[in-house]
């Protein structure tokens, strides 16, 4: 099992680096991502957190022997653009965190100028969206050419069900998250695996 959407005390999480190794080799997880916020937010991850961050997660991996990836979760803004700390990211991960007239122009934006790995919680109730099946076809066509995985997040519990029905004949990459900002919350991705297993049995799993 993997978790790939966990953040640390180096954001908004409550758990630092170590604690959280713990909790995942306790769960048998095999594989690990954490992925702080980035600095469009005050408390998020710049380049001097990100290296002490990468320093705390080799000796984790060393103290528990599994594997942790050393990830990103940065907002896209109205422009579609992100901000990313000058660090070597295993995974960067983008996502929506308001309400968005734009939404979907957004993302597309986003995806096709930056280099990033995983589309995060996509049409999560927590920040409100307003559907649109021709924009919804387009982003999902755009993720599909481009080879982005797209994330199933059982913190949000989204995409919602009708979203992921559309997906199902697809050619796509999923990625697996809890988005836990609690030690209680890493691993759980029960809700991901149930859709992943209902919806993608075609898909391919992201693997960094
Ligand atoms: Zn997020
Ligand atoms: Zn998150």
Same mark, same amino acid.
């Given at each position: 099992?993997?978790?790939?959407?966990?953040?640390?005390?180096?954001?908004?999480? +409550?758990?630092?680096?170590?604690?959280?190794?713990? &909790?995942?080799?306790?769960?048998?997880?095999?594989?690990?991502?954490?992925?702080?916020?980035?600095?469009?937010?005050?408390?998020?991850?710049?380049?001097?957190?990100?290296?002490?961050?990468?320093?705390?997660?080799?000796?984790? &991996?060393?103290?528990?022997?599994? &594997?942790?990836?050393?990830?990103?979760?940065?907002?896209?803004?109205?422009?579609?653009?992100?901000?990313?700390?000058?660090?070597?990211?295993?995974?960067?991960?983008?996502?929506?965190?308001?309400?968005?007239?734009?939404?979907?122009?957004?993302?597309?934006?986003?995806?096709? +100028?930056?280099?990033?790995?995983?589309?995060?919680?996509?049409?999560?109730?927590?920040?409100?969206?307003?559907?649109?099946?021709?924009?919804?076809?387009?982003?999902?066509?755009?993720?599909?050419?481009?080879?982005?995985?797209?994330?199933?997040?059982?913190?949000?519990?989204?995409?919602?069900?009708?979203?992921? *029905?559309?997906?199902?004949?697809?050619?796509? +990459?999923?990625?697996?998250?809890?988005? *836990?900002?609690?030690?209680?919350?890493?691993?759980?991705?029960?809700?991901?695996?149930?859709?992943? &297993? +209902?919806?993608?049995?075609?898909?391919?799993?992201?693997?960094?």
């Amino acid at each position: 099992m993997i978790d790939y959407h966990i953040h640390s005390n180096y954001s908004d999480g +409550k758990a630092s680096v170590l604690q959280i190794a713990k &909790k995942a080799k306790e769960l048998g997880l095999k594989e690990i991502a954490i992925v702080d916020h980035s600095i469009e937010l005050s408390f998020g991850l710049d380049e001097k957190k990100a290296k002490r961050r990468a320093e705390e997660i080799e000796i984790a &991996k060393e103290t528990y022997g599994i &594997k942790i990836y050393s990830g990103i979760e940065c907002g896209i803004n109205n422009f579609g653009e992100i901000y990313l700390p000058a660090f070597d990211f295993d995974l960067v991960i983008v996502s929506v965190h308001e309400y968005a007239l734009n939404y979907f122009d957004r993302i597309i934006d986003c995806i096709e +100028k930056k280099e990033v790995h995983v589309v995060g919680h996509l049409l999560s109730e927590t920040f409100g969206y307003s559907r649109d099946l021709e924009k919804e076809k387009e982003l999902l066509d755009k993720i599909e050419s481009l080879g982005v995985a797209l994330e199933l997040n059982s913190g949000h519990q989204c995409p919602p069900e009708d979203f992921l *029905a559309m997906c199902s004949e697809r050619n796509l +990459k999923i990625s697996i998250g809890s988005d *836990a900002h609690r030690l209680e919350r890493v691993g759980k991705v029960g809700w991901c695996l149930e859709k992943a &297993k +209902k919806y993608f049995w075609r898909a391919k799993l992201f693997e960094i």
